[in-house]
Structure formats: structure tokens, C-alpha cells
């Protein structure tokens, strides 16, 4: 299915703020944008979008966690709760006790790793509620909370890619370079896919793993 013109505008205009933000960040406002532009299955197409993000830093997690699977099976269950074999209220109760995990995985780990298992679980609640947004309330200016809690999938993955979230840039703990090279990915490749992936109401096939 051809990618409508809003939609290409859109990542069109987003890789020309990536490239001239000071450290490379993608606002959550264009975020918004984007999720709204998905149109009809939409909440699809968001839960594809969200899946595949987290698949492209899954190896950051195996690098670093290499007996710990929760992160792919977090996305098992996601994938589960899209295809109806698994109940919303079963998989919302496991993500609260994911999220608590994910979060002493930070407190006792000094790598940015576990944001990948972060992301994981923002991406199964996106599997059972959609994103949090209002369509019809886009402010492009609007950037990541510092309250992470309800941030989305692929701020967790920018963290986890470039080593930090964006306000770390200034204490040299998070990588520009790589949070471009991201989010250059994400606009270029993830966000059409994501587009595509939905064949007769499912998610067809998911996006593979970067190497």
C-alpha cells in the first residue's frame, strides 16, 4: 500500500528537525503526528511501528543481558495480545509487574541496556491501549516527559541506541551522533514499514532485528 503524502511530508519534515536539532532528537509532538497519520488501523500500524522499534535494539539488551529473554517475550505477549489469543486485562496486569522489573534492572545495572526492556514494555502497552495521544491536539513542540514512566517505545530505544536520553547530551553520558542515526532509521525505514505491515486487519510480518 502506497505511503500517503501526509504521511511522507511528515517524515520528510521530521528528518529536517532531526538533523537540525542540536543533539539529533526527534520531538514526541512529530511522534504524534505520525501515529495520527496512520489513518484507519491505525492502533495496528502503531503496534507494528512500536514492535519493530524495539526489535532494531534488541541486540543492546542480548549484548549485555545474554541469558535474559524477558524483552522477546515481552513482544511474544504483545504480538499475543493483537491477535486476541491473550486477554487485554491479563497482559495490562503483567506489564505493571514488567515495568517494575525493567526499573530495578536500572537501579542495579549502571548501562543504559535496560531501556530496552523499557521499550519492550511500553510496546505491549501499546498493544493493549494504543499510544497516548490526541489526534486532533499535535504540538510539534511537545518533547519527551523526564517522568518516564508513560514515555513511549521509542524513546526508551533512543536511550538505549544512544546511550542516554537527550538531556543527558549535556553531561556527555548520551551519543548524538547516535541518537541521528536512530532516529534517521526509525524515520526512514520503521515508520514505512510500519505503514505497510498491516494485510486484512494484522500485523503481517514483523520488521527484522538490526545486526
Request: with cysteine.
Amino acid at each position: 500500500m502506497a505511503i500517503p503524502s501526509e504521511l511522507q511530508n511528515l517524515i520528510q519534515e521530521a528528518l529536517e528537525l532531526v538533523y537540525r536539532h542540536p543533539q539529533h532528537d526527534l520531538n514526541l509532538g512529530y511522534r504524534h503526528a505520525i501515529w495520527a497519520a496512520f489513518g484507519d488501523n491505525g492502533h495496528l500500524r502503531r503496534t507494528a511501528l512500536a514492535l519493530s522499534t524495539v526489535r532494531h535494539v534488541l541486540p543492546i539488551w542480548n549484548r549485555r543481558f545474554k541469558n535474559d529473554d524477558r524483552p522477546q517475550q515481552i513482544l511474544t505477549l504483545a504480538e499475543k495480545v493483537i491477535s486476541g489469543d491473550v486477554s487485554k486485562a491479563f497482559a495490562a496486569k503483567e506489564s505493571q509487574h514488567l515495568w517494575r522489573q525493567m526499573q530495578q534492572l536500572g537501579y542495579d545495572d549502571s548501562s543504559m541496556a535496560f531501556t530496552v526492556g523499557c521499550a519492550a514494555v511500553a510496546s505491549l502497552d501499546t498493544a493493549i491501549f494504543d499510544e497516548n495521544f490526541d489526534p486532533d491536539e499535535i504540538d510539534f513542540n511537545l518533547t519527551d516527559n523526564r517522568d518516564t514512566e508513560a514515555n513511549d517505545a521509542a524513546f526508551f530505544a533512543a536511550c538505549a541506541y544512544a546511550n542516554g536520553a537527550v538531556w543527558e547530551t549535556i553531561s556527555g553520558k548520551s551519543d548524538s551522533a547516535k541518537r541521528l542515526e536512530f532516529w534517521s532509521w526509525w524515520l526512514n525505514v520503521a515508520v514505512p514499514s510500519a505503514w505497510e505491515v498491516i494485510k486484512d486487519e494484522k500485523i503481517d510480518i514483523p520488521l527484522p532485528e538490526a545486526s
